[in-house]
C-alpha cells in the first residue's frame, strides 16, 4: 500500500484553477522533490495533502485512510511537517529539548510536565540531528540551520512515516545550507528512516537519496517519475519558462539559463 496516492486532484476557486487533476503516488522506501517555479502550485498541494485546503475534486490517500472517510485533522498529526508556518511560531525562550517534545502532540509551545520516557526520546533525537549540545539552548540563540534540525527532531517525535519539507533551506546562507543538505543525506540514508518530499525550486537541493521528482506548472503535473528520467534540461526549461541547461556532476545538480529569460510556449 502506498504512504500516498493522489488520482486527478483538483482545486479551483470561482473561476480559478489553482491545482489541475494531479495524479501521483509515494511508495515507501522512496524519497520526493515536488519541483517548481513560484506559483506553480507546490503550496497548493501541501496544504490539500495536510487539510487545509479542500480538494474539489478526485481522490486523496494518505497512510491507507481516503480523505472525506477519515478524520483528517487525527491523521494529518502522523505526518511530520517542516516548514516556515510551524518555524515563526516557536516561542523565543522555549529551550531546544522542549521544541522537540512538543511534536509528540504536533503543540505549538510545550506545556505540561515532560515525562521521562519523552525527555529520553527527545535526548536521542537530539543526538540524531547531530545537535545533543543544545538541549537547554532557548530558540532565540539558535542559527537557522540549528532550527531547521530541531523542526526536523521535533517531526520525528511522533514517529511518523511521512516527513514533509517544505523549503526548508530558505533563509540559509550556502556554508549552512550545504550543511543542512548533507545532513538530510545522512538522515535520509538511515535504516527504518521516514519517507521524505522536499519542496523546492532550486536543483541543487536535490541530494542524491531523493529517487524520485514531481515537477509543478501552473498548477499541472508536467512529469513524476524517477529522478534520473524526469530531471532533465528539457523539463526544467517548460518548468521555469526559460531555456536551461541541467549539469550534474558527483549526484549533485546546477543549471545555466542560456540566454535571456523569456517567455516559451
Avoid at 58 to 77: F, I, P, S
Avoid at 79 to 86: K, M
Avoid at 139 to 161: D, N
Avoid at 210 to 215: A, C, G, K, M, P
Amino acid at each position: 500500500m502506498p504512504i500516498l496516492a493522489v488520482s486527478d486532484l483538483t482545486v479551483y476557486r470561482e473561476d480559478t484553477v489553482i491545482l489541475d487533476k494531479i495524479s501521483w503516488q509515494v511508495a515507501r522506501g522512496e524519497h520526493w522533490v515536488i519541483l517548481g517555479a513560484n506559483g506553480s502550485g507546490k503550496t497548493s498541494l501541501l496544504s490539500a495533502l495536510t487539510g487545509y485546503l479542500t480538494p474539489s475534486a478526485g481522490r486523496m490517500q494518505l497512510l491507507g485512510k481516503t480523505y472525506g472517510a477519515a478524520d483528517w485533522r487525527e491523521l494529518r498529526q502522523r505526518v511530520g511537517l517542516v516548514s516556515s508556518a510551524v518555524r515563526q511560531r516557536i516561542p523565543d525562550a522555549e529551550p531546544a529539548l522542549e521544541t522537540i517534545v512538543s511534536g509528540k502532540l504536533a503543540m505549538i509551545a510545550f506545556w505540561g510536565k515532560m515525562t521521562a520516557p519523552d525527555r529520553r526520546r527527545g535526548l536521542r533525537l537530539l543526538r540524531q540531528m547531530e545537535c545533543h549540545d543544545l538541549a537547554e539552548r532557548p530558540w532565540l540563540f539558535l542559527s537557522q540551520g540549528e532550527r531547521q534540525r530541531l523542526l526536523i527532531g521535533r517531526a520525528l517525535m511522533a514517529r511518523p512515516p511521512l516527513l514533509i519539507l517544505d523549503e526548508p533551506c530558505a533563509g540559509l546562507d550556502p556554508a549552512a545550507r550545504e550543511h543542512f543538505l548533507q545532513f538530510l543525506q545522512r538522515l535520509a540514508s538511515r535504516k527504518n528512516a521516514p519517507t521524505l518530499v522536499l519542496v523546492t525550486h532550486h536543483v541543487e537541493e536535490i541530494m542524491p537519496v531523493f529517487s524520485h521528482l514531481l515537477i509543478l506548472q501552473r498548477g499541472r503535473a508536467i512529469a513524476c517519475g524517477p529522478r534520473k528520467t524526469v530531471l532533465t534540461s528539457a523539463m526544467l526549461t517548460r518548468a521555469f519558462q526559460a531555456p536551461i541547461r541541467l549539469q550534474s556532476r558527483g549526484g549533485r545538480y546546477t543549471l545555466q539559463i542560456l540566454q535571456k529569460t523569456r517567455k516559451l510556449m
